[in-house]
């Protein structure tokens, strides 16, 4: 059984570009989640999709968008790319919950943007 | 909102040795805790979590983190560490509402 698998695992962008971020789900998992983990951080929370939706949102700007597919893998876009986007992005995928659910990480994409 | 602080940056200990990472949280609803593991150029797996019921959770490995309502704690312990345990560990605290919120890191490393 497959984990949660993410495309590509590095990237290098520019400022100002766009970048998608892809992630496939755990077999069985129908939701997934976006962090973004600077440096030296812990992960922060971008959003949540489920059944094709956002269904919640962290503290990030609009240029951080989403999509969910009907087969629920998932993208990450991110536009007009700034210096501080450059990160670690983990792709986590459950089943619904209230809390309890485990979240299941893939390895991640590192993004760096020059 | 709730936040997660991990007190210590870095714990550099000796193999065979006990350690304890230290973790912190603030809430105003009832939470969930979790331990999460990163090893070098890899995601995070879970450790353990601490839902409801007994305060001590226990994972497979040999940790375990005890749940302390009054103090606001989830502490990480092993009574005895070994080099592969050399990693980076993140306190993470959940509600109802699912926003996952993780503290800033403990660098664990093992000296043999």
């Known amino acids: 059984d497959a984990g949660v698998t993410q495309s590509p695992t590095h990237l290098i962008k520019t400022r100002g570009q766009q970048v998608t971020l892809r992630c496939s789900p755990k077999s069985g998992h129908d939701t997934v989640s976006w962090y973004q983990q600077a440096l030296g951080q812990g992960p922060q929370f971008i959003f949540q999709?489920?059944?094709?939706?956002?269904?919640q949102r962290g503290n990030f700007p609009d240029r951080f968008s989403g999509h969910q597919f009907p087969n629920y893998s998932s993208e990450l876009n991110v536009n007009a790319l700034l210096l501080g986007d450059s990160a670690l992005y983990l792709c986590?995928?459950?089943?619904?919950?209230?809390?309890?659910?485990?979240?299941?990480f893939g390895p991640g994409t590192r993004l760096l943007v020059l | 909102a709730q936040s997660v602080t991990q007190l210590d940056s870095q714990v550099p200990v000796f193999e065979e040795a006990p350690v304890e990472l230290r973790c912190n949280y603030s809430s105003s609803v009832s939470v969930y805790l979790f331990w999460y593991v990163q090893y070098p150029n890899q995601g995070l797996q879970l450790l353990l979590k601490y839902l409801s019921g007994s305060t001590l959770v226990e994972s497979i490995n040999g940790f375990e983190a005890e749940f302390n309502k009054s103090q606001t704690s989830f502490h990480l312990r092993k009574p005895s560490v070994h080099i592969s345990d050399t990693a980076e560990y993140f306190c993470?605290?959940?509600?109802?509402?699912?926003?996952?919120?993780f503290g800033a890191g403990t660098r664990l490393t093992v000296k043999p």
């Open positions: 993470a605290v959940r509600s109802n509402n699912n926003d996952m919120r």
């Open positions: 999709y489920y059944e094709e939706e956002e269904r």
């Open positions: 986590a995928s459950s089943i619904p919950g209230q809390g309890t659910e485990t979240q299941y």
